[in-house]
């Protein structure tokens, strides 16, 4: 009979969804509409650590929609004013990025939930990139001009579709960003960007006091 019940419970305990972690929960709950940014090195820890799915429960979930819509308040804050940005930036390493669409009439902000990059289409071109967590710093990376991505958006939708141009580079910036991977990794040349503390003077970038 233990040995019944034990079998039960490491059963459950391999196949129970893992849910959204009490960390997770104070950072959603706790952040002002404009969440602090983890930046190398201090919070290198986050930023290096490779990311997980979120489990099919939490996509239609009340955190969710609250994390995303507080991670698009801070990407387009004049404070960071990106072109995209990934969840371990806000310091929750979960499988989630919003990326702006060049591509698309309006340019919108999209969010995209438990992505992945199925392909990596055609030659490698240099170009400029810089990144939330890395100021004030920019550089230049070699990144494939097309890409193929697999990802769920807010209403559950599954999708494939290609992208290519300027957002075929946030896609892969940001999906390097999953694995723990910062552009400096990849790229050929790093330099100060000299407008970045003139443009972003005047903002606070202060850990919140609650932060463990
Ligand atoms: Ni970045």
Not at 57 to 80: F, I, V, W
Not at 111 to 123: K, R, V
Request: with cysteine; net charge negative; aromatic share 8%.
């Amino acid at each position: 009979m233990k040995k019944i019940v034990l079998f039960l419970l490491l059963a459950v305990g391999c196949t129970a969804p893992r849910g959204w972690t009490a960390w997770e929960k104070t950072i959603i709950e706790r952040s002002d509409s404009v969440m602090y940014v983890c930046v190398m090195p201090q919070d290198s820890a986050i930023l290096r650590a490779p990311s997980q799915n979120l489990e099919p429960e939490l996509l239609q979930s009340a955190p969710l929609k609250t994390l995303l819509d507080k991670m698009y308040r801070t990407l387009t804050d004049p404070s960071q004013d990106g072109v995209g940005i990934a969840a371990p930036q806000i310091g929750i390493n979960r499988r989630l990025i919003l990326v702006m669409r060049y591509d698309k009439p309006g340019e919108p902000i999209e969010p995209y939930l438990n992505i992945q990059i199925d392909s990596l289409l055609g030659e490698k071109v240099p170009g400029p990139e810089g990144c939330l967590s890395l100021p004030p710093y920019r550089g230049i990376v070699r990144r494939y001009p097309r890409v193929q991505i697999s990802y769920v958006k807010p209403d559950g939708t599954p999708v494939t579709e290609k992208v290519e141009g300027y957002s075929a580079i946030i896609f892969q910036h940001e999906c390097d960003h999953l694995d723990g991977i910062l552009y400096t990794d990849r790229a050929d040349t790093v330099m100060v960007n000299e407008n970045w503390a003139e443009e972003r003077k005047g903002f606070s970038y202060e850990k919140p006091d609650w932060w463990r």
